[in-house]
């Protein structure tokens, strides 16, 4: 089996047509580091050369799904990075390059010829939600959640799937207001396929993960590809190359700033308590003087040598 750094894949020993991909950082949340982005594209490109394997299950090891990008290492970090230059005026073309890349290296999920379950326990929040809607069907426990809270400050869903996977109108409430749906809420909005208690969580999926094994696998590409290019029609690249830049402006904009600042003052979980309270967001003028004051009380504005994580005091 091949050998990564954050996750694992290898055939599931009952059912060997399907794959299990375990997003394995547990003691950060499964939280998404630089390496996270390309080794699922390269766990997908692995299992896409296996001709027994017809379908892939995405899951998290230990509390949750995935707690989306590091912020113990971005956010709250004086790093100099794609996603967070200290360097002033920052090259928005720098951060889009490297965005993109990890866009798409999520988007394998989507783009395999192999049928993606995402088996979702605890958070699938922030970036943890790109990978989860980047897969084709969607499980959930009732009591996990799911949702992109950094919409209120520092994000932009890159992968831009919630109006696909929801339609405008949910999709708005929930990019407005950064809120975070339970399963029950997720399979009510049409947003899971499913979602039942956690200890059925495990039976649920493979059911369905069987279910589909049974198709031929060139049946499967080919209805995939069907039901994908009615989204590519859409417009589903060009909302995601637009998100995609609108994602380093927020992180790079007076607001984005005062968020990384007050992150580096008082350290990610305060940051991430202020963004999620509904407590307004300093803005504009507002936010640059707050920026002059932290950094004044820093000893000056930093000249490092980068993106985002929390569900509640974690990864984000």
Known sequence: MPAYSTLSISPDPQHPAIARLLLNRPERLNAINDETPREIRAAVEWANTQPQIHVIVVEGAGKGFC??????????GLIEHPCQQESSPWDPMVDYAYMKRNTEDFMSLWRSAKPTIAKV???????GSDIALSCDLLVMAEDARIGYMP?????????????????PTRAKQLMF????????TAAEWGLANEAVPVDQLEAATMRLATRIAG??????????????????NMGLEQSQMMATVFDGITRH?????WFRRYAQANGFKAA????????????????????????AAAGGSPTADGPDAAAKGAPD
């Open 215 to 232: 198709v031929p696998a060139g049946h499967l590409a080919m209805h995939k590809m069907v039901v994908n290019q009615v989204m590519l």
């Open 121 to 127: 326990h605890g958070a699938a929040v922030a970036g």
């Open 272 to 295: 991430v308590a202020w963004r999620d309270s509904g407590r307004p967001i300093p803005e504009g003028d507002e936010a640059r003087a707050l920026i002059r004051e932290m950094e």
């Open 253 to 257: 904009n007076p607001e984005g700033l």
């Open 151 to 167: 919409t209120r400050v520092w994000g932009c869903p890159t992968t831009a799937m919630w109006t696909y996977r929801l339609g």
């Open 177 to 184: 207001t950064g809120d975070l749906i339970d399963g029950r």
């Open 67 to 76: 707690g989306g990008y590091d912020l113990s290492q971005f956010g709250e």
